[in-house]
Nanobody
Framework: QVQLLESGGGSVQAGGSLRLSCVVS????????MGWFRQAPGKEREGVAA????????YYADSVKERFTTSQDNAKNTLYLQMNSLKPEDSAMYYC????????????????????WGQGTQVTVSS
């Protein structure tokens, strides 16, 4: 049984930074792919980043490369998404997700790949 809980969202002006956290509870194997997704009103949920928890390999959507960084703290059972140089178009509800197995070879950026989801945390970037 896996439970995910996001936090760290809020309101920030363009150019600012936020760090999102996703606390994982339950029986977690190191061989997992954890993803970050976002969904703005009226739009589909899109993958922005992912990490293979066993090896630390990361993946990013083109829209966030060089601005967002995902990482993990095994001691705290926590996944992070550091978001820098935020833009208004980054405004969305952000979710973390988990699927067993490595991210490599998966379409990690698709919602349908994941079995477990958090409740989401809101990020609003103003101009």
């Amino acid at each position: 049984q896996v439970q995910l809980l996001e936090s760290g969202g809020g309101s920030v002006q363009a150019g600012g930074s936020l760090r999102l956290s996703c606390v994982v509870s339950g029986n977690i194997l190191s061989d997992a792919c954890m993803g970050w997704f976002r969904q703005a009103p009226g739009k589909e949920r899109e993958g922005v980043a992912a990490i293979s928890t066993g090896g630390g390999t990361t993946y990013y959507a083109d829209s966030v490369k060089e601005r967002f960084t995902t990482s993990q703290d095994n001691a705290k059972n926590t996944l992070y998404l550091q978001m820098n140089s935020l833009k208004p178009e980054d405004s969305a509800m952000y979710y973390c997700a988990l699927i067993w197995g490595w991210c490599g070879g998966r379409t990690w950026y698709l919602r349908s790949e994941y079995n477990y989801w958090g409740q989401g945390t809101q990020v609003t970037v103003s101009s």
